[in-house]
């Protein structure tokens, strides 16, 4: 028992001190945990957006806090009686003292019980090492006999089928039919596991194919059995998993050889040295055929001119009266051309005599004058024309001037006793003999206004 009866040695702390030491030692000593409980006085607060319950279960409650930071990210809002998990770090508010949990994630449980059951059973069994068991590269580079244990009617199987055959058409597939979803599933999958030990005992299996579509974790959840996962991580047999789609993983991908994203991609591994050592055989195959005709053709070229070379007298005396033909023609082709040559010279030659003659000089000279004349009587013609049309001008001009053209009109020209045109009639004295020449003849009268 302490002995508190030395005074001088005690130290006091205030409230806030305990409690907070008190909360540094909780975060210390207790990692963020997952808890399971039935949500209960559930408040939330409008301003701040937090929340603040209870978890509980039989026998005890659990004060709870999730700030809207948080549980903003979630697609749901728990009610009262609500089944969930959370996740979380333990902590006391100073303030009050009050022991509580601040959670940082919220699940419904149901998928959240078998996540946690998921992760307690795959952290046991890696504890026990059992995910080192069966390693990937005691898988065979080419196998010959593969089992698949699947649905004998889910499109798994369709697909394993048809990729092996089509990458390695030499394996032999076994079909060993398993129930892989709902009750008594992982006992059929067990089943079928034995069954294809005792048929390797008699005929050597080289590999096994695990495989389903994907589905929900309940639809999965045969293939995170404990038991069934004890036995593969045991099993003499290389073991691909090819359970569900590339997202989805089971227990058994951990313990089996190794994981394959789908079925599909579990054929593709199994098969793949075989594909590999297919594709070189073509290849191989290629090439020898490439070498032998490359060969072939050699020796018939060789043939052909050994052919060539054995000709008998007669070819060659053919070939000699060919080769005269050929001359005989050149040499005709050839005179032809000369003879055409000279033609050709000698007909420039007589254009070009005929061109320097005297007579065609006065030809040529006789069509320059000629055109000249013709050019000199245009020119004249033209000057006359154009006269001609000035004088007719003129003439329009004088007609159009002449006084008699204006008496034609019904106009008269009065003339005084001296013969001068009167246009004023105060130039005229009364009793003056005056003449009106009209368009015929005259009219003399004597003024007497």
């Given at each position: 028992?302490?002995d508190y009866?030395?005074?001088s040695?005690r130290?006091?702390l205030t409230?806030s001190?305990?409690n907070q ?7 210390e000593?207790f990692?963020?945990?997952w ?7 559930f408040r939330?607060y ?5 929340w603040?319950?209870?978890i509980?279960?039989?026998e005890s ?9 948080q ?9 009262e ?7 979380g ?7 009050s003292?009050?022991y509580?949990?601040i959670a940082?994630k ?5 998928f959240g019980?078998l996540m ?5 059973l795959?952290?046991?069994l890696?504890?026990e090492?059992?995910?080192q068991k069966?390693l990937?590269?005691q898988?065979?580079?080419?196998s010959?006999?593969v ?6 009617h889910g499109a798994?199987v369709?697909?394993?089928v048809?990729?092996?055959q ?6 032999e597939?076994?079909?060993?039919p398993s129930k892989v ?9 067990l089943?079928s596991l034995?069954?294809i030990?005792?048929y390797?005992a008699?005929?050597s299996?080289?590999?096994v194919i695990l495989?389903?579509?994907?589905g929900s974790?309940?639809?999965?959840w045969?293939?995170n059995d404990?038991t069934l996962?004890r036995?593969?991580?045991d ?10 789609h ?7 991908d951990?313990v089996?050889?190794?994981r394959?994203?789908?079925?599909t991609a579990a054929?593709?591994?199994v098969?793949e ?6 594709d070189?055989?073509s290849?191989?195959q290629?090439s020898?055929l490439?070498?032998?005709?490359q ?9 052909l ?9 007669k070819?060659?005396l ?6 005269l033909d050929s001359?005989?023609?050149r040499?005709?082709t050839?005179?032809k051309n ?5 033609q050709?010279?000698l007909?420039?030659?007589?254009l070009a005599?005929?061109?320097e003659?005297p007579?065609a000089?006065?030809i040529s000279?006789?069509h320059?004058?000629?055109k ?5 009587l245009?020119?004249t013609?033209?000057i006359?024309f154009n006269k001609k049309?000035?004088?007719?001008i003129l003439k ?8 008699n053209?204006i008496l034609?009109?019904?106009?008269s020209i009065?003339?005084d ?8 009639s105060?130039?005229v004295t ?5 003449e009106?020449k009209?368009q015929k003849g005259s009219?003399k009268?004597?003024v007497?206004?």
């Amino acid at each position: 028992m302490e002995d508190y009866s030395n005074q001088s040695q005690r130290e006091i702390l205030t409230v806030s001190e305990i409690n907070q030491t008190a909360n540094d030692f909780l975060n210390e000593a207790f990692p963020p945990l997952w808890v399971v409980g039935e949500i209960s006085n559930f408040r939330e607060y409008g301003t701040s957006g937090h929340w603040y319950f209870s978890i509980k279960d039989s026998e005890s409650v659990l004060s709870c806090t999730m700030f809207r930071l948080q549980n903003n990210a979630l697609k749901f809002k728990p009610k009262e009686g609500d089944q969930v998990i959370l996740q979380g770090k333990l902590s006391i508010y100073k303030k009050s003292g009050r022991y509580q949990m601040i959670a940082s994630k919220m699940e419904l449980a149901g998928f959240g019980e078998l996540m946690r059951k998921y992760e307690l059973l795959k952290n046991k069994l890696n504890e026990e090492g059992l995910y080192q068991k069966k390693l990937a590269d005691q898988i065979p580079e080419i196998s010959n006999r593969v089992a698949v244990v699947t649905s004998a009617h889910g499109a798994a199987v369709k697909d394993v089928v048809a990729t092996i055959q089509r990458r390695a058409p030499h394996v032999e597939i076994i079909i060993v039919p398993s129930k892989v979803q709902g009750d008594g599933s992982a006992e059929s999958i067990l089943s079928s596991l034995k069954q294809i030990t005792d048929y390797h005992a008699k005929a050597s299996v080289d590999s096994v194919i695990l495989c389903r579509g994907g589905g929900s974790i309940e639809d999965l959840w045969s293939f995170n059995d404990e038991t069934l996962c004890r036995y593969i991580s045991d099993y003499p047999i290389p073991i691909i998993s090819g359970v569900g789609h590339e997202t989805d993983f089971t227990l058994c991908d951990f313990v089996a050889n190794t994981r394959a994203a789908t079925p599909t991609a579990a054929a593709e591994l199994v098969t793949e040295g075989a594909s590999k050592l297919s594709d070189y055989f073509s290849y191989l195959q290629d090439s020898l055929l490439k070498e032998t005709k490359q060969v072939i053709n050699k020796n018939k070229e060789k043939l052909l001119t050994f052919k060539r070379l054995l000709r008998s007298p007669k070819q060659r005396l053919e070939e000699q009266y060919l080769k005269l033909d050929s001359i005989f023609e050149r040499l005709v082709t050839s005179q032809k051309n000369n003879l055409i040559k000279k033609q050709t010279s000698l007909k420039l030659t007589a254009l070009a005599l005929q061109a320097e003659s005297p007579a065609a000089r006065i030809i040529s000279e006789s069509h320059s004058l000629n055109k000249l004349k013709e050019s000199l009587l245009n020119g004249t013609n033209n000057i006359i024309f154009n006269k001609k049309s000035n004088f007719e001008i003129l003439k329009e001009k004088l007609q159009t001037l002449n006084p008699n053209q204006i008496l034609n009109r019904g106009y008269s020209i009065t003339f005084d006793s001296s013969g001068n045109v009167i246009t004023d009639s105060n130039a005229v004295t009364d009793g003056e003999l005056i003449e009106t020449k009209v368009q015929k003849g005259s009219i003399k009268s004597r003024v007497i206004d």
